[in-house]
Every structure is written in structure tokens, then in C-alpha cells.
């Protein structure tokens, strides 16, 4: 759209704003560009990020000496950001004995990570101490709350179809 009326023609709240206040100049961009969505991935390659995912944690659970089977596992898939796109997570609970224990986990997640090419940061949110790594596409958050610490390892965001996304997911309804 060149003419200014055009495009005030094709947005209609614009055109009444634009009449109501002609004293605002209004910019309107064109759309943006959107790139085509990305081709599903097969199976195989969804297997691969979550064992890359529960290798990453695997890891960091060996680097404080807590066996996977001692401390609470889990992995699961979540919705991505972006629609029709999945993401793996592993996360694990390990149990402090006392609040001021936390250093002594963290401190060896933090060196295991630095050692591995993770970029960290850390910091407080509230009561919770926090660390979070990104290496690539994979991100890991550890927080310490309490007689807790939570780990949890976030891996690649991947397309799929819908049903697949699904059935990942345990949404049922839509195969």
C-alpha cells in the first residue's frame, strides 16, 4: 500500500483513530516477512534430542555425585514457543538436608557446566538463587529454593505435526 488512505482503508480502527485525532501522524509498516515453517522433523531425531536432553542432566546429576535413580527425574515434551514445535525437558529434584547445603550443589553444576562451553549467569529471584546456562539452542536453570535444588535442562524447540505434538504431549483428542 503507497497511499496513505489506503491504508487507513484496510484498518478501519486506524481510520476512526486517524479521524478522531488528525493531529497524530500514524506510520504504518508493511507486514513483515515470515519465514516458511520449518519441514517436521522424523522421529529419529526426536529421540535423539531427548537423549541428548537426559544427557545433558545425567551429566550435571554425576558432577554433584547423585545417581539419576536418587534424585526425582523426570522428562517430558512441552508445547515450543513457536506453533507446531516441541521441546524436550528433563528436570531433577534433589534434595538438600538443610537450606545452606545449596552452595555445595551448585558449586559443582556451575563448573561442570563452565567446563562443558555453557555461558552462565546467576542471580536472585525472591528467595530463590538461580543459575542458568546456554550452550547453542539448550539451556539449563538450576534453582535453590529452600531444602531444594530444581535442574532442570530445556533442549531444542523442533516442528512436528500437530498430532504428533499431541501425542508427545498426551493431548488427546486430535491423532
Same mark, same amino acid.
Not at 545433558?56 to 515434551?77: E, F, N, Q, S, Y
Not at 508445547?79 to 555445595?104: I, Q
Not at 539452542?137 to 535444588?149: I, K, N
Given at each position: ?53 537426559? /544427557? ?13 535413580? /536418587? ?26 538436608? /538443610? ?77
Amino acid at each position: 500500500m503507497s497511499e496513505p488512505d489506503d491504508a487507513l482503508a484496510a484498518a478501519p480502527h486506524l481510520r476512526r483513530f486517524h479521524e478522531l485525532h488528525p493531529e497524530v501522524p500514524l506510520v504504518v509498516l508493511p507486514p513483515e516477512r515470515t519465514a516458511p515453517p520449518e519441514p517436521p522433523v522424523p522421529d529419529d531425531v526426536l529421540d535423539a534430542e531427548r537423549s541428548a536432553t537426559d /544427557a545433558v542432566l545425567a551429566m550435571l546429576l554425576d558432577a554433584v555425585g547423585t545417581a539419576a535413580d /536418587a534424585a526425582a527425574v523426570r522428562t517430558l515434551w512441552r508445547a515450543g514457543r513457536v506453533d507446531d514445535t516441541v521441546v524436550p525437558v528433563a528436570e531433577a529434584r534433589l534434595p538438600l538436608a /538443610a537450606a545452606d547445603e545449596a552452595p555445595s550443589v551448585a558449586g559443582p553444576l556451575a563448573t561442570a557446566l563452565e567446563r562443558g562451553g555453557w555461558t552462565l549467569r546467576s542471580g536472585r529471584s525472591g528467595a530463590a538463587r538461580y543459575l542458568e546456562g546456554a550452550r547453542g539452542e539448550r539451556t539449563v536453570r538450576v534453582v535453590a529454593v529452600e531444602d531444594v535444588v530444581v535442574v532442570t535442562v530445556r533442549g531444542r524447540e523442533l516442528p512436528v505435526p500437530t498430532a504428533t505434538q499431541h501425542r508427545l504431549m498426551g493431548v488427546e483428542g486430535e491423532a
